[in-house]
């Protein structure tokens, strides 16, 4: 493992006076998250934010709701992602929900079109003859502005719904529904593009009664959608906000209760996940890859089709073909992250000599598998990552980039787009994660250009990598109880970490399972119960830490094995006790 300092999570020093009932740990953990009041621990549906303080719904929902009145056709264009997937499939299933009746979707191709909504796709649909009344962007749509210009000048009414940061220039669509757009009040700018078209079916469906056109008998509940967002909320890996929290939160409810989609169920239990036990962290790394990966190798409409059966038999169906197509993406990625360790390997520096920023290229790389490659070699290096695979010309490459904590890899793009016009064909994304196009024959000047705007904007300490944990838990703590507690008191997710507790053990007995995950048997310095713990992905050259005890940074698990359930540890990092840097 790469050495890493550890970091306990600042707690404030005032006893918080709200929560007294909550055990001691929960207020501790809590506090230290920026929890201040116990409403912001309150998930149900009334502490929503509103969807009338999104900037452009008015508009959006006027031109749907004549789209009903008029049964005008609607097309939805979504994305390649699990958030575009979950999108598109809440649009599908919403709007006719409030009464439209022609409506159907379409999916670019990572491949063939790229992302979001161009110019080529609107040229398809007029040769198929089958250009819509109005056009609704899902996930994408805020950098669209070619695009939507073509859609538009062929008659086609445009309604943008989107969560992606915008540029300096707007597409000129009729309705424009995104919290990060320049004046728009609505207080949780970290919703995802399926939150985002969840709220302007809400709002639709109060525009609906309140102009006569459906009573509220007629209503539909629409928190059957739920499931699908607190999915792509997930797996896009937005900020859970107290505003996301009541997504996921009732998302997850649902699908405990067996209520959510079939698509969603047979996504779980391809995995062998029993739905009843899930979290939001089997969304994120079971349910979510699953889903990536028709867009990642082939084409999302499978994905979205998924999500889309109402019947078990056939979710079953097309979830084990996503379930293949999740192994063979799998292997694709191992194949790559070899050739990638090779490419480190051949600039003969060891991580302190390596560019501050790593932009890296190999004409077999696949296109669908680049960002999982980047996020790996991030997580080996500490240091924002590009990895570019061709495209079908040959003469662009399209790269996938990952961050690190306190560098906008978005604004670092924009700062080397300022400072070398025309290098960048596109590019857009988020703060930990983006895309990029370019020509092959400006990936060196790139190169150099990426590592130097990250110079200009980080320091060097930016570049350690670090841990970050709630500190020890006591031998009397460390139950199953605790475990059990900690599961059910999230949802837990980005910007609203699940616990990580650090702590010294005696290693009784260590071996590789598997070939290279790390088996142990811990004993606590201060006494307890013997527990066993298990780090994935070790490899099999490990220390002997049998000999020197380990500190290690763990999440406490329940684990069944033959009918038995005991606690273990599931070990982020371990090193050796006599490494330990106090932090």
């Given at each position: 493992?790469?050495?890493?300092k550890?970091?306990?999570?600042a707690?404030?020093e005032?006893?918080?006076?709200?929560g007294?009932?909550?055990?001691?740990?929960?207020?501790?953990?809590?506090a230290?998250?920026?929890?201040?009041?116990?409403?912001?621990?309150s998930?149900?549906?009334?502490h929503?934010?509103?969807?009338?303080?999104?900037?452009?719904i008015?508009r959006?929902?006027?031109?749907l709701?004549?789209?009903?009145r008029?049964?005008?056709?609607v097309?939805?264009l979504?994305?390649?992602?699990?958030?575009?997937?979950?999108?598109?499939?809440?649009?599908?299933?919403?709007?006719p929900m409030?009464?439209l009746?022609?409506?159907?979707f379409r999916v670019?191709?990572?491949?063939?079109?790229?992302?979001?909504l161009t110019?080529?796709?609107?040229e398809?649909?007029?040769e198929?003859?089958?250009?819509?009344?109005?056009?609704i962007?899902?996930?994408?749509?805020?950098?669209?502005?070619?695009?939507?210009?073509?859609?538009?000048?062929?008659?086609?009414?445009?309604?943008?719904?989107?969560?992606?940061?915008?540029?300096?220039?707007?597409?000129?669509?009729?309705?424009?529904?995104?919290?990060?757009?320049?004046g728009?009040?609505f207080?949780?700018?970290?919703?995802?593009g399926?939150?985002v078209?969840?709220?302007?079916?809400?709002?639709l469906?109060?525009?609906?009664?309140?102009?006569?056109?459906?009573?509220?008998?007629?209503?539909?509940?629409?928190?059957?959608?739920?499931?699908?967002?607190?999915?792509?909320t997930v797996?896009?890996?937005?900020?859970?906000?107290?505003?996301?929290?009541?997504?996921?939160?009732?998302?997850?409810?649902?699908?405990?209760?067996?209520?959510?989609?079939?698509?969603?169920?047979a996504?779980?239990?391809?995995?062998?996940?029993?739905?009843?036990?899930?979290?939001?962290t089997?969304l994120?790394?079971?349910?979510?890859p699953?889903?990536?990966?028709?867009g990642r190798?082939?084409?999302?409409?499978?994905?979205?089709?998924c999500?889309l059966?109402?019947?078990?038999?056939?979710?079953?169906?097309?979830?084990?073909?996503l379930d293949?197509?999740?192994?063979?993406?799998?292997?694709?990625?191992?194949?790559?992250?070899?050739q990638?360790?090779?490419l480190?390997a051949?600039?003969?520096?060891?991580?302190?000599?390596?560019?501050?920023?790593?932009a890296?290229?190999?004409?077999?790389?696949?296109?669908?598998?680049?960002?999982?490659?980047a996020?790996?070699?991030r997580?080996?290096?500490?240091?924002?990552?590009?990895?570019?695979?061709?495209?079908?010309?040959?003469?662009?490459i399209?790269?996938?980039a990952?961050s690190?904590?306190?560098?906008?890899?978005?604004?670092?793009?924009?700062?080397?787009?300022?400072?070398?016009?025309?290098?960048?064909?596109?590019?857009?994304?988020?703060?930990?994660?983006?895309?990029?196009?370019?020509a092959?024959?400006?990936?060196?000047?790139f190169?150099?250009?990426?590592?130097?705007?990250?110079?200009?904007?980080?320091?060097?300490?930016?570049?350690?990598?670090?841990?970050?944990?709630?500190?020890?838990?006591?031998?009397a703590?460390?139950?199953l109880d605790?475990?059990?507690?900690?599961?059910?008191?999230?949802?837990?997710?980005?910007?609203?970490?699940?616990?990580?507790?650090?702590?010294e053990?005696e290693v009784?007995?260590?071996?590789?399972?598997g070939?290279?995950?790390?088996?142990?048997?811990?004993?606590?310095?201060?006494?307890?119960?013997?527990i066993?713990?298990?780090?994935?992905?070790?490899?099999?050259?490990?220390?002997?830490?049998?000999?020197?005890?380990?500190?290690?940074?763990?999440?406490?698990d329940?684990?069944?094995?033959?009918g038995?359930?005991?606690?273990?540890?599931?070990?982020?990092y371990?090193?050796?006790?006599?490494?330990?840097?106090?932090g």
């Amino acid at each position: 493992m790469t050495p890493k300092k550890i970091l306990r999570r600042a707690v404030p020093e005032a006893c918080p006076t709200w929560g007294e009932q909550l055990p001691p740990i929960l207020r501790r953990l809590y506090a230290a998250r920026g929890v201040t009041s116990e409403d912001q621990l309150s998930y149900t549906l009334k502490h929503l934010a509103s969807p009338m303080t999104l900037r452009g719904i008015d508009r959006a929902v006027e031109m749907l709701a004549d789209a009903i009145r008029q049964q005008q056709r609607v097309l939805v264009l979504g994305d390649f992602d699990a958030d575009g997937a979950t999108s598109t499939a809440v649009a599908m299933l919403g709007l006719p929900m409030l009464g439209l009746q022609d409506i159907d979707f379409r999916v670019p191709s990572r491949f063939a079109d790229g992302y979001g909504l161009t110019p080529g796709i609107i040229e398809r649909l007029k040769e198929e003859g089958s250009l819509p009344d109005i056009l609704i962007t899902v996930d994408n749509g805020i950098a669209a502005v070619d695009g939507v210009r073509v859609a538009k000048a062929l008659g086609i009414k445009v309604v943008v719904t989107d969560h992606h940061l915008p540029g300096a220039i707007l597409p000129d669509a009729d309705a424009i529904v995104n919290p990060n757009q320049e004046g728009c009040p609505f207080l949780s700018k970290n919703a995802a593009g399926v939150g985002v078209m969840f709220y302007v079916l809400t709002a639709l469906r109060r525009h609906l009664r309140d102009t006569g056109q459906m009573t509220e008998a007629q209503q539909p509940n629409l928190g059957v959608l739920l499931d699908l967002v607190a999915l792509g909320t997930v797996a896009d890996v937005v900020p859970l906000d107290h505003n996301n929290r009541i997504f996921v939160e009732q998302g997850l409810r649902r699908i405990r209760q067996g209520q959510a989609r079939p698509g969603i169920l047979a996504l779980l239990e391809v995995a062998g996940r029993d739905h009843r036990e899930i979290s939001a962290t089997d969304l994120g790394f079971v349910v979510g890859p699953r889903l990536n990966a028709a867009g990642r190798l082939d084409d999302m409409s499978v994905g979205i089709a998924c999500l889309l059966a109402d019947s078990p038999d056939e979710a079953r169906r097309l979830a084990s073909e996503l379930d293949s197509l999740n192994r063979e993406r799998r292997s694709i990625e191992t194949g790559m992250k070899e050739q990638a360790q090779e490419l480190l390997a051949s600039l003969s520096l060891d991580i302190e000599g390596l560019p501050w920023g790593l932009a890296l290229f190999d004409p077999q790389w696949h296109q669908g598998v680049i960002g999982i490659l980047a996020a790996r070699i991030r997580e080996q290096t500490h240091r924002p990552v590009i990895a570019f695979a061709p495209s079908d010309d040959g003469i662009e490459i399209k790269g996938s980039a990952r961050s690190i904590p306190g560098l906008h890899i978005r604004d670092v793009l924009a700062v080397v787009d300022a400072r070398h016009p025309g290098m960048l064909r596109k590019y857009g994304g988020h703060a930990m994660a983006a895309g990029i196009t370019m020509a092959l024959e400006d990936l060196e000047p790139f190169s150099k250009a990426f590592d130097d705007a990250i110079r200009s904007t980080i320091s060097s300490g930016d570049l350690d990598a670090a841990i970050t944990t709630d500190g020890p838990l006591s031998p009397a703590e460390l139950n199953l109880d605790t475990a059990a507690l900690l599961k059910r008191a999230g949802p837990w997710g980005q910007h609203f970490p699940e616990p990580l507790f650090d702590g010294e053990f005696e290693v009784i007995r260590q071996r590789i399972v598997g070939e290279n995950h790390l088996k142990l048997v811990l004993k606590h310095l201060d006494g307890g119960d013997i527990i066993d713990g298990i780090a994935f992905n070790t490899g099999a050259s490990v220390p002997d830490y049998t000999r020197t005890g380990a500190r290690v940074v763990y999440k406490p698990d329940a684990n069944t094995f033959r009918g038995r359930t005991s606690l273990q540890l599931l070990i982020d990092y371990l090193e050796p006790v006599e490494a330990i840097n106090p932090g």
